[in-house]
Each structure stands twice: as C-alpha cells, then as structure tokens.
C-alpha cells in the first residue's frame, strides 16, 4: 500500500492482470475467432469445459454476455426463468432478461442466497395449465454475490437440479465467483458441472485477468450460444490476445483465491467489533457485507467519505456496505480500511 493509491475495496473486478498474463498476450497464436480459428480461444474454451466436464466452451466478453447468451440458448420468448430475489441475473443486467430474450423473471426469496427447493417446486409453472407463462429455465449464483459471496453448498445445488429436471427445466449456474466456491469447500469444479447444464465463470474478477468469461455446457447447447454471442454483438476477431489471459488466470491465479478470503474473514471480524456496525453476513469468500446502524442513506454518505480518505468501498443499499478482496489489496490496506471507517463512525 502507497498513501497516495486508494485502497481499492469495491470489487475484484478492479484487479490489474499479472506481469505472467501480459507476457502470454503479447505473445499469443491468434486467428479469427468468429471463423472457429483462434487456437488461444480454442485452447480456452476446451480448457474450461474439460474442467468442469462438459462438452463444449465458449469465451465471451463478461459475465452479463454469458448469462444472456445462456438465457436466449436455452429459453423462447414468453417463458419464464426463475432466479434468485436478489441474484445478479436479475437485479443488475439491466433488464436483460426481458430485453434480449423476452422471458419474464421469476424471483424467489431466500434466505443467504441458498434456494429452498419446495420455493423452487412452487414457482414452477407447467405449460398448457391455464394461460400462464411455462418454466423453462433455473438460474442458480455462486458464490452468491448481493448475498455476501455466500456459498450455496453443494448438496443443495444438486436437490435444485434434481427438481428442475424431473420438471423439463434447464439449469444456468452463474458462476462467476465459481473458483471461489470451489476453493472455500474444497469442491472440485467439475463437482458443479454436475448439477447444471451450463455454467458461467469470470476470468476478470478474482482471476485477475482484463476481460472475459467462459460459458460451458453441452455440445448443442453452446453451438446455439455461439450464434447467439454473435447476434448479440460479442462475436471478437484475434480474441485469443484476451483468452491468453484467461489460460493464466486458469492456471495461476485459483489456489491463490484463499488469501483473499483470509484476508476477507479477517476484516469481517474487525468490522464485528466495531460500534456502528450491525448485521455482519457471515463470511465464506472474498465478499464482506454488512449494515450501519443509522438512517437510510448513511451508507451512500459513509462511502463517499471514505473514498475521500482513500479507502474505496461500495453502498450495497441506503445501510448496507459491500468490501471485496482481491490480490490487489493486503494486510495494510484493510488496516487502512478498518481505521478509517472507525473514524468516520466515530
Ligand atoms: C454473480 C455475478 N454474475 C455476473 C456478473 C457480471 O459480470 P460482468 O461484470 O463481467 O458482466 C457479476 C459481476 O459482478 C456477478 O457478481
């Protein structure tokens, strides 16, 4: 930590690729990706759905891409997808949903972000029963992000797959925080190929790497979400100068995921100590959450003061506060973090 750089706690999105990924970029084999040509992507792609044992990948440009691209592959307008109340898919892809798929959302609430499957069983709507809407998709989140990098554990992902096939429903697993799941439960990834039928994963969060995401599935499935990227825009060129980025992320940047939920479990406890702070969400990743006792909007002020004093954070809602960790902050700056905002509350 430099005085003069912020501790930069909002995201792990923040994280600048390693010196290792910049080598590999400048020096990858490139072709035309939307030509099936570019053997970094080709690489990639095979790499990630040999990972979590499935048939086929495909690299997409983040995380938001390849959800959408698996909502549209696996839905058709009209139907319904049930997601979490509080789940990225829903609260913050700007609508998308509806907007490039024409599906309506579904949301049930849960407690911590981990699905009761008899909530589940009841949003399900068979089609052809009275003029509503059919099921047709189940979109899980882990670690489950607004709910504070929770991770659902894997017995009950496998009961909501199970349910969600017995009804005819396909299962999209928003995993863009997967790795962090699988290093905190020690779960192999393919563990949670298992019980979805596509999965998503972000190479730029924790991973580290500038740009991308990996959506895997089984072989038709990611044929149809290849025209679909591409009809969405997200068809790249010599994208393999990115997914070089993305093989070193795979391969380096995992096991390291721990410290930063040492350093996340950490600064969860100091904030647990301290006056002002209330309703700490347990901590399980790289994701602190927790409430200000207060009004409405002491969040939003909170956070603006602290950025003032170089400590960046984010406003999760009017009391609640979000701080991630990532390889790009350490020990000094949650020092940093948990002095400053005790200032402020003081
Ligand atoms: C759970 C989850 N899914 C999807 C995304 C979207 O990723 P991107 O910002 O790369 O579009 C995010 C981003 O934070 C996320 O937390």
Redesign the pocket.
């Known amino acids: 930590m430099t005085a003069l750089l912020p501790s930069d706690f909002r ?1 792990d ?1 923040v994280t600048k690729p390693t010196d290792s990924m910049r080598r590999a970029m400048a020096t990858a084999e490139v072709g035309d990706d939307v030509f099936g040509e570019d053997p970094t992507v080709n690489r990639l792609e095979r790499m990630a759905a040999d990972l979590f044992g499935k048939e086929k990948g495909l690299f997409v440009a ?4 390849a ?1 959408q691209v698996a909502v549209r592959a696996q839905t058709s307008p009209g139907d319904e997808v049930v997601v979490e109340a509080r789940s ?2 829903y609260d ?1 892809e700007l609508g998308a949903l509806a907007a490039l798929s024409g599906v309506q959302a579904r949301p049930v609430q849960s407690e911590g972000g981990i699905l009761e499957v008899a909530d589940v069983a009841r949003a399900i709507k068979k089609p052809g029963a009275a003029p509503t809407a059919a099921t047709s998709l189940l979109v899980l ?1 882990n670690t489950h ?1 607004s709910h504070g990098g929770r991770v659902v554990p894997l017995p009950r992902l496998k009961a909501l797959y199970e349910l969600a096939t017995s009804a005819d429903l396909a299962v999209h697993l ?1 995993g ?2 997967i790795f962090n799941a699988a290093v905190a439960h020690d779960t192999p990834e393919h563990a949670f190929g298992e019980v979805c039928h596509t999965l998503s994963f ?1 190479l ?2 924790g991973l580290s790497a500038p740009v991308g ?1 990996v959506l895997v599935g089984p072989a038709e499935t990611i044929d149809r979400a290849r025209r679909v990227r591409k009809m969405f825009g997200g068809g790249m060129r010599q994208a393999g100068i990115l997914a070089a980025a993305g093989i070193v992320a795979l391969e380096e940047m995992v096991d390291r995921l721990r410290e930063d939920h040492a350093l996340a479990e950490a600064l969860g406890a100091r904030f647990h100590r301290m006056p002002g702070v209330t309703n700490l969400r347990p901590v399980e990743t790289n994701i602190v959450v927790f409430d200000l006792a207060g009004e409405d909007g002491i969040a939003p002020r909170v956070e603006k003061e602290l950025a003032q004093r170089g400590v960046l954070a984010f406003a999760l809602g009017p009391r609640t506060m979000r701080f991630v960790t990532h390889k790009d902050v350490g020990p000094e700056d949650a020092e940093r973090a948990v002095a400053t905002l005790r200032e402020i509350l003081d």
């Open positions: 995201s999105t983040s995380g938001t891409m959800n990225h898919i913050y989140e992000n928003d863009a925080r972000s730029c969060k995401a």
